[in-house]
């Protein structure tokens, strides 16, 4: 949620000018965008929440409300019906907390906590059938503003910053069967403020920071959970943190994230069969510390800060290539 300077091959930054301008967008200013439409709104604008997606409908959990202060709401959309519904709030306020579907089940996995940035090491399932949360083994060790991951059924988390805000290398893998934690190889390149997405049997850790958000990265890296290593992947066109991603039609559609004095608009594409990059119609409202899901095709853009810093919208864009 930080501010970073963006850095760029001069190149995409002629590009990024020309078809995503960097400006600020008030809630109400909605540009008509190629391929993005709008749908019902968040119940309260949040930020720095995540989204996954269980049996068909979005959950969003958790992130920092109107006040400024972290929420425990819990919210589910209904993309059939176009609404939104509470459901059980969380165990306890969490914010830049990720989310992910194992099997049939929702987990939500450490986060921050309090105005102070406190990294948590909670691991809580959502009983879907009881409308409630139920604690599980915790995280090794505490970690937010992290990124998260499902194979084979497993919960994989990467990156993000732990005690004393240092940044976390260890990569921590969850087996729901057992209910433990292992730790597995580093992730090359430690950073915060990262999003992740999962895509042929990788989980790719994309952009971040590593704490100064004067040096947002560009860094692509993806994990094979079966051989237990990291490989480097190209670059993503721009450097953001505190972006979110989501995998449609078998590509990693990156969108949002900040600098210092501005929120990114950015839509990048990611082919993992290529490692190659490209270039999509920007997000009618700019914004940092979103979530993302993708349902039936469709890309749903959720929440966020439309400034940086503090800042939150209730805005929810949906792209349809």
């Given amino acids: 949620m930080h501010r970073s300077t963006f850095r760029a091959n001069p190149v995409w930054v002629s590009l990024v000018a020309a078809v995503m301008p960097l400006t600020f967008l008030e809630s109400g200013q909605r540009p008509v965008n190629e391929g993005w439409s709008s749908a019902a709104p968040l119940p309260e ?10 049996r068909g409908k979005i959950y969003v959990a958790g992130g920092i409300d109107r006040t400024g202060r972290p929420t425990a709401a819990t919210f589910r959309y209904d993309p059939a019906a176009n609404r939104w519904e509470h459901i059980a709030v969380l165990p306890a306020p969490r914010h830049h907390m990720p989310l992910a579907v194992v099997g049939d089940t929702l987990y939500a996995v450490g986060g921050l906590a309090e105005q102070s940035f406190m990294p948590e090491s909670n691991l809580w399932l959502y009983r879907e059938d009881r409308n409630r949360w139920e604690p599980r083994a915790p995280l090794p060790a505490p970690r937010g503003a992290s990124g998260v991951g499902a194979v084979n059924g497993r919960l994989i988390v990467v990156g993000g910053w732990g005690a004393g805000r240092r940044l976390i290398g260890a990569t921590a893998i969850y087996d729901p069967a057992t209910d433990r934690w292992r730790d597995a190889a580093p992730i ?23 704490l ?92 966020g800060g439309p400034r940086p810093g503090f800042a939150q919208t209730d805005a929810v864009d949906v792209f349809a290539p």
């Fill in 45 to 54: 604008p949040i930020q720095e929440l995540s989204a996954a997606v269980l």
């Fill in 212 to 303: 100064n958000p004067d040096r947002n990265y560009d860094v692509v890296e993806a994990y094979d959970p079966a051989a237990d290593r990291w490989t480097k992947r190209s670059a993503m066109p721009s450097r953001r943190g505190g972006l979110a991603a989501a995998l449609l039609d078998g590509a990693i559609h990156v969108i949002g994230g900040e600098t210092r004095g501005s929120v990114f608009a950015n839509h990048e594409v990611y082919d993992p069969a290529t490692d190659r990059w490209t270039t999509a119609p920007a997000l009618p409202v700019a914004r940092h510390g979103l979530a993302a899901a993708v349902v039936e095709g469709k890309l749903y853009v959720i929440g």
């Fill in 188 to 210: 090359p390149t430690p950073r915060d403020h990262l999003t992740a997405a999962v895509a042929r049997g990788l989980v790719y850790a994309i952009g971040g920071r590593p």
